[in-house]
């Protein structure tokens, strides 16, 4: 199971790791911008128009997906992380993320304790996101979280920061741990393999 860390943050001091973060953050949110902007990145099957355009495309109804902005809002009243479903309505992986990460009883639970829940669909570039003073599509920010496919699932702190990122698909039983290791702020000092193996002993 991968979890995207930066090796050079994982060793720095938590502020000085946390300004990497958003020196990283911010710079390949440009670039993915920059490169839509300009037409170097063609996203296949991109949407037009948000006519039709459902939050809840192929989507768990048992977890209580909201707009982003409004589960980052959320996050930074209740102070939980905030989980980002990024995904395709055409993508069948992302279909069977939902049918079982996302109805499994422990998972539905662990995410309701400790996250905000939100969906962007990266095939979406006409819609407006507001985040960090940015006004993005729901395409752009999904490539500035750096999804290059899909699903990917991105976690940020209580107040926006970014964390880290999963991609693709995960099992239930992997799913359930990176949760775990992002819910209890392990992912600051120690690797998800070490998390992992203190979870198997």
């Known amino acids: 199971m991968a979890i995207v860390q930066t090796s050079v943050c994982k060793r720095l001091p938590r502020t000085r790791n946390i300004v990497i973060r958003r020196l990283l953050f ?4 440009l670039l993915s911008s920059m490169l ?3 037409g170097t990145v063609l996203v296949a099957g991109a949407q037009s128009s948000t006519e039709g355009y459902s939050l809840l495309t192929n989507a768990s109804p048992l977890v209580p997906w909201v707009p982003f902005e409004n589960a980052v ?22 279909r069977k993320m939902q049918q079982e990460a996302y109805t499994d009883s422990m998972i539905l639970g662990y995410i ?3 996250f905000e829940t939100a969906r962007l669909d990266i095939e979406v570039l006409d819609d407006s ?22 699903p990917t699932t991105v976690f940020l702190m209580p107040n926006g920061d970014y964390i880290t990122r999963l991609p693709g698909y995960a099992p239930t039983d992997e799913f359930l741990k990176v949760l775990k290791y992002i819910a209890t702020d392990a992912f600051l000092n120690m690797s998800f393999g070490d998390f992992a193996a203190t979870l198997n002993q």
């Open 36 to 38: 839509l902007l300009s």
């Open 112 to 114: 309701a304790t400790h």
């Open 73 to 94: 809002d959320k996050a930074e009243i209740s102070g939980k992380k905030v989980l980002v479903d990024i995904f395709s309505p055409s993508c069948s992986w992302c």
């Open 26 to 29: 911010a710079s390949t949110l």
């Open 129 to 150: 996101l507001s985040y960090r003073d940015l006004s993005l599509s729901s395409g752009q920010l999904a490539y500035g979280f750096g999804a290059s496919g899909t």
